[in-house]
């Protein structure tokens, strides 16, 4: 059985970094076929996706948001980290952790998000 | 980025009845040389997280009601169910991966009418 649960702060301040932590179990994040993503919602909208990262250590981030977005793996504490730099009151929001399922072709990696972490509210103000 | 537009914002529907959501793309999310189209559908009901109920825009995840049904290819998909049902109420959202960035739709909530 496959469960994620998200950590991280309940308050950060803009400017700061929120550093963001994926612990799951039921799979391991070295095992070929496996991806774990980050995606967000502000509360009362829509689901954003921010990043993912695959058992190759293959990488891919939101386009708006690279330049703020680090994600990696620890697969000896069975953890994926997500950073993001110079935080905003806009980036308040319940923030989850996902197992991805993918398909992989000639034109690169297709994800969805086959089981999700309860998630965890950040919320960024001074 | 590819943009997913879901219609309508909201749905009432009556117990038993069918409920139909709308999901559109700005680009086609058909491959042709796998035949497959790259979406999938997520049910979040009230402070919950997600749920995958589709993918292949046509293939139910294990475990999920048959009377949630996805169709479509190329730019326009649906969700359907069938004869809702109380604990259907929630909100829904489609999404592509054809391409990356992965996209969302804005959201449909379902409610009983």
């Known amino acids: 059985q496959i469960t994620l649960k998200e950590s991280g702060p309940l308050l950060v301040k803009p400017t700061q970094t929120l550093t963001l932590t994926c612990t799951f179990s039921?799979?391991?994040?070295?095992?070929?076929?496996?991806?774990v993503g980050w995606i967000r919602q502000p509360p009362g909208r829509a689901l954003e996706w921010l990043a993912l990262i695959y058992w190759n250590d293959f990488k891919q981030y939101s386009s708006s948001l690279e330049t703020r977005l680090s994600i990696s793996k620890d697969s000896s504490k069975n953890q994926v980290v997500l950073t993001m730099t110079n935080v905003d009151p806009a980036d308040t929001a319940m923030y989850f952790c996902a197992y991805s399922a993918y398909y992989y072709d000639s034109n690169g990696y297709h994800s969805w998000f086959e089981s999700w972490g309860p998630g965890t509210l950040v919320t960024v103000s001074s | 980025d590819i943009v997913m537009t879901q219609s309508p914002d909201s749905l009432a529907v009556s117990l038993g009845e069918r409920a139909t959501i709308h999901c559109r793309s700005s680009q086609g999310l058909f491959h042709s040389s796998h035949n497959k189209n790259y979406l999938a559908w997520y049910q979040q009901k009230p402070g919950q997280a997600p749920k995958l109920l589709i993918y292949?825009?046509?293939t139910r995840e294990s475990g999920v009601p048959e009377r949630f049904s996805g169709a479509g290819s190329e730019t326009y998909f649906s969700l359907t169910i069938t004869s809702l049902e109380a604990e259907d109420v929630a909100v829904y959202y489609c999404?592509?991966?054809?391409?990356?960035?992965?996209?969302f739709g804005q959201g449909t909530k379902l409610e009983i009418k």
């Open positions: 292949w825009a046509s």
């Open positions: 999404q592509q991966y054809y391409s990356s960035p992965f996209t």
């Open positions: 039921g799979f391991s994040v070295t095992t070929s076929g496996v991806g």
